[in-house]
């Protein structure tokens, strides 16, 4: 006997949760002894009764197998025709992938068994490493599969009771803001006549707009220059800049300055603004305005884009609104002719909110603070780090001025134990109580840290600010925390902007230049703004007045109105924070006897966001009274080996902020994984509702499961898709979790190239870019990175395109010397052509450009997926987790009552599958069944309308490139 059997024999091993009883069959005399053998000395059974020739029943505390023999010589054959086959792919392929059956079986020591199964020679596959196995598995005398792990985490076993008894305040929706929507998309179309590059432009017509940005820099300001520069000569008018914003427009002279196509090449990728910025004491004046006026007319400028926060707004509101009495005066006093009168004496006015604090009520995003957003999550991941190793508590102080917005994303994000807030004034006395509460909870249920976030603008009710200093001492005196507090200051306004703000700043930069020449006299001041993924023009007038009304309200103490005078979404946010990071979790179900149990599964490649998305579902669902339950490892993690089990909030503290997927993943399907399993243990595990979290083939299940409703009704429950996946191809959505990660590794990758390109005479880079069929994420990162071209799937690559585009990268190189120093990049999506390689397309850009540059392929592959998710996807994640919770909750009532129901003929029924989409300014629930009939193109894993399709035409009239028409390859 081998001493290591001896040693595993000895130890209190056991078969994993439900499978308790097994009955396995061998079909000779010999396969029989050995299997007998092995289970006996092997898993450590005990005999309970042999009949030596046909039957041996073995069993320990917890696992029950009974061997048969039944002699049947072919079925023999193929046992070991199939255990050959098995051996043969043991370096090659995953048993389980192929193996309908295995049993699992816990052990206290994994690495024994690994060293066991080498010394006695038997196949064995190791998963995650062979260096580091939580599960090992190898193949018993029969040919089945028999795995060993050594964590109890990831497999079911009990589940128990949570309830929250804290009742959810206030659960009505906040209503959305009304706004007249333009569609980007129907306004950018290509026309044949494009030149490739601007300079050619013959017509010039005599309107000149000018940018300026004005207050406080924010990242992405410099997408909304480059793009209404670009946007005002690509419209044939001439393009201005005024430096040092309304300071510049007093001083005149050397701040306005006519700017070129080349001006602006690279600035997508630089922070701050590049014309400058001020907070101009003599704008504030009318005779400042007067002397802005004139320099505007002397320079024959007739419109402006002025981008900048609520000061900025405001004052080319008033500018605006004086502008006749200011032109009138000039010409009362010579200073301007009669024909500049008649010509300029209406000015174009048109805004576009900057800032990091957010605090415009009308626009979801003001540009710059999802940047600012960036670097605050940075920071508390950073410092949570340390807080967590020393036990600390960590007091961060955030910008925003009076306005929440910040701080409370970042709450979301980092799940922070509190923030404060200037929306939400507490008395005097009663912050400290409330703070001290739910650290103290937090921390008896398991957390090392304390973070709490402070809004800079924080104030109790009677207006006092409440400083980093005042948390400090209250978490140092009463809870005796060892307190550190940071101050994060103007690190919140620098770096490279995400892809989002150059996103958001290139598409408003390009509208703002749109609505003025669309403009006449008549029409109000403008201002661009966002709503969800919309980007929509609004009376400049309601923006300027709206946050004039928060700051009145601060004064007059009207506490009630200042947080719902903020946009839906931050209100939605802010009951978010408070949903999952303010729950009691420790007070369990009490009464509760309708505990509903609410699954949780990822399915597809790790998209950013994942983790957050089953953080803030199981947090919620503890909320609400209900279980949270995980389905580890996709549908084979269920149907294989059971992998389910109830989350605690002890289990997943830190989740929000992890990349990857903790619960596991894969592209597997129920159909593929065994739809008969799964729907046995929804029945054994009383699932009530389900929650997928997933690209297209999450979507793809989830119509499964649907269409196998007649058959199982464990499946007659609601079913919730989040898409999640970098492709952003799941149809009835805008926006999937993980593509906003994955466009940021990308534009960081690309800058970083980008910079190489630039330095290195004559090299540009040709990088592939993943997203499957979908061109989504190789067109926005164009925009991001401002690429010289892209191929994408939807347009295939066609020899007419590559040769327009060889001449126009080519001539883009001679313009040595001139401001455009931005690296050349090209990017290419994996799938845009069945026959031409990356390589290939570099080969043919270095030879076909006659010598003029080089090309260089780059592969980022799964880089992509990015790291931590972006604080973007670990919001949004948060939101439509709790929606979708939300969802399941109100159908519960549904289901009791309809739990016969022929569930083909029923709208109810129908529409209790769906997917959990953004569209529009809207975010909506679709049946998975009207996208899965009508809406998808199945064979390429697209949906049948491209939402983006017009952002593709606007990504290259930035990057002044012709799109040649052509079929698809
Ligand atoms: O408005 C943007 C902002 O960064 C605020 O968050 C902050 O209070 C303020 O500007 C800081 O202003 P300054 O850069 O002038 O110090």
């Known amino acids: ?319 605006k609104q004086e502008w006749h009495s200011l032109v009138a005066e000039l010409l009362n006093t010579g200073v301007i002719s009669i024909s500049e009168y008649h010509r300029f004496k209406h000015l174009t006015i048109c805004g576009i909110s900057a800032s990091i604090d957010n605090d415009i009520p009308i626009t979801d995003s003001s540009i710059g603070a999802y940047s600012a957003l960036d670097r605050v999550c940075k920071a508390v991941d950073y410092i949570q780090v340390t807080a967590d190793s020393t036990a600390r508590a960590y007091v961060i102080e955030i910008m925003g001025r009076h306005c929440g917005w910040l701080t409370v994303m970042a709450g979301i994000a980092t799940a922070a134990d509190y923030v404060i807030i200037p929306e939400l004034p507490r008395e005097n006395g009663c912050w400290e109580e409330h703070l001290c509460k739910i650290v103290k909870r937090n921390r008896k249920n398991g957390r090392r840290n304390t973070i709490v976030l402070l809004c800079e603008g924080a104030l109790t009710s009677d207006l006092i600010p409440i400083t980093s200093q005042d948390v400090s001492r209250v978490l140092t005196d009463r809870l005796k925390l060892d307190t550190r507090t940071t101050v994060l200051g103007h690190v919140q306004r620098g770096g490279a902007p995400v892809a989002y703000d150059r996103l958001s700043g290139t598409l408003q930069g390009v509208e703002a230049v749109e609505t003025i020449l669309g403009s006449t006299p008549d029409t109000p001041p403008t201002l661009i703004a966002v709503k969800e993924n919309k980007i929509f023009r609004t009376d400049l007038r309601n923006a300027v007045k709206a946050t004039l009304e928060i700051n009145d309200a601060f004064q007059r103490k009207s506490f009630d109105r200042i947080l719902t005078s903020r946009q839906a979404g931050f209100q939605e946010y802010f009951k978010n924070f408070l949903a999952i990071n303010s729950a009691d979790q420790d007070k369990k179900m009490t009464k509760s006897d309708n505990i509903k149990n609410i699954a949780i599964i990822n399915i597809g490649a790790p998209a950013g966001g994942m983790n957050s998305a089953v953080y803030s579902m199981a947090n919620y669902c503890m909320w609400k009274g209900h279980r949270p339950i995980a389905i580890y490892n996709g549908w084979s993690g269920l149907a294989r080996h059971e992998s389910i089990r109830t989350l605690k909030w002890s289990d997943i503290i830190g989740w929000q902020s992890r990349g990857g997927s903790e619960i596991g993943t894969n592209r597997e399907t129920p159909d593929e994984a065994d739809i008969g399993m799964i729907a046995y243990y929804f029945q054994k595990y009383n699932i009530d509702g389900l929650i997928i979290v997933g690209g297209f083939e999450g979507f793809v299940s989830l119509r499964q499961l649907e269409n196998a409703r007649e058959l199982f009704p464990a499946f007659r429950i609601p079913m919730v898709l989040i898409p999640a996946t970098l492709s952003n191809n799941v149809p009835g959505t805008e926006y999937s979790l993980g593509n906003d990660t994955a466009l940021n590794s990308l534009t960081e990758f690309c800058d970083n190239i980008g910079i190489s390109s630039s330095a290195t005479q004559g090299r540009a880079y040709v990088v592939e870019v993943q997203g499957g069929n979908s061109g989504h994420l190789a067109t926005f990162a164009s925009i991001a990175i401002g690429a010289r071209a892209t191929y994408v799937p939807e347009d295939g690559i066609s020899l007419d395109q590559l040769d327009n585009d060889i001449e126009t990268i080519s001539s883009s190189f001679e313009y040595v010397g001139s401001a455009d120093r931005s690296g050349k990049v090209i990017l290419v999506s994996k799938n845009a052509s069945k026959s031409i390689t990356i390589e290939n397309l570099a080969d043919i850009f270095t030879v076909e450009s006659g010598g003029t540059f080089e090309a260089h392929p780059v592969i980022p592959g799964h880089l992509q997926q990015g790291g931590s998710p972006s604080a973007i996807d670990r919001t949004r994640a948060t939101r439509l987790a709790i929606r979708a919770v939300d969802f399941i909750i109100n159908k519960f009532e549904f289901f009791t009552n309809n739990k016969d129901v022929n569930y083909n003929a029923t709208k109810d029924m129908i529409e209790s599958a769906v997917v959990l989409g953004v569209k529009g300014e809207d975010i909506i629930f679709t049946s998975i069944r009207q996208l899965y009939l009508f809406e998808t193109n199945i064979e390429k894993r697209m949906p049948k309308v491209i939402h983006w399709e017009g952002i593709r035409t606007l990504s290259d009239h930035l990057a002044g490139r012709k799109r040649v028409n052509v079929e698809l390859e």
């Not at 419209?235 to 196509?261: D, H, M, N, P």
Request: hydrophobic content about 35%.
């Open 1 to 319: 006997m081998d001493t290591s059997i001896e040693r595993i024999r000895s130890h209190n091993n056991s078969l994993v949760n439900g499978v308790s009883y097994v009955e396995l069959t061998a079909y000779s005399q010999e396969s029989y002894g050995n299997a007998v053998q092995f289970y006996r000395v092997f898993l450590n059974l005990n005999e309970l009764d042999t009949d030596q020739r046909k039957e041996t029943v073995m069993c320990n505390d917890l696992a029950y197998i009974r061997i048969k023999y039944k002699e049947d010589q072919e079925v023999e054959r193929q046992v070991n025709e199939r255990l050959s086959k098995l051996i043969e792919i043991t370096t090659k392929n995953d048993w389980r992938a192929v193996s309908s059956s295995s049993l699992v079986y816990f052990v206290d020591d994994i690495g024994e068994v690994k060293e066991t199964l080498k010394r006695i020679s038997l196949p064995h596959q190791a998963y995650p490493t062979e260096l580091t196995p939580a599960q090992i598995y190898t193949l018993d005398p029969l040919g089945n599969v028999i795995g060993f792990t050594g964590n109890k985490l990831a497999i079911a076993t009990e589940m128990p009771l949570v309830i929250p008894t804290i009742e959810d305040e206030d659960d009505s929706e906040f209503s959305s803001k009304e706004g007249s929507f333009t569609d980007l998309t129907t306004l950018m179309r290509t026309t044949s006549a494009y030149p490739s590059l601007p300079t050619r432009i013959a017509n010039r017509s005599d309107r000149r707009i000018a940018v300026l940005t004005s207050g406080s820099d924010a990242p992405g300001m410099n997408s909304v220059i480059r793009a209404v520069v670009r946007s005002t000569i690509f419209k044939g008018c001439r393009s201005f800049v005024i430096r040092e914003g309304f300071e510049g427009l007093v001083q005149g002279g050397a701040c306005i300055q006519e700017y070129t196509w080349e001006d602006v090449g690279g600035w997508n990728s630089q922070s701050g603004t590049n014309i400058g910025t001020s907070r101009s004491k003599l704008f504030l004046t009318r005779a400042g305005r007067l002397i802005a006026a004139e320099n505007l007319i002397k320079n024959s400028i007739d419109s402006i884009v002025v981008c900048g926060g609520d000061g900025s707004l405001a004052g080319g509101h008033i500018f």
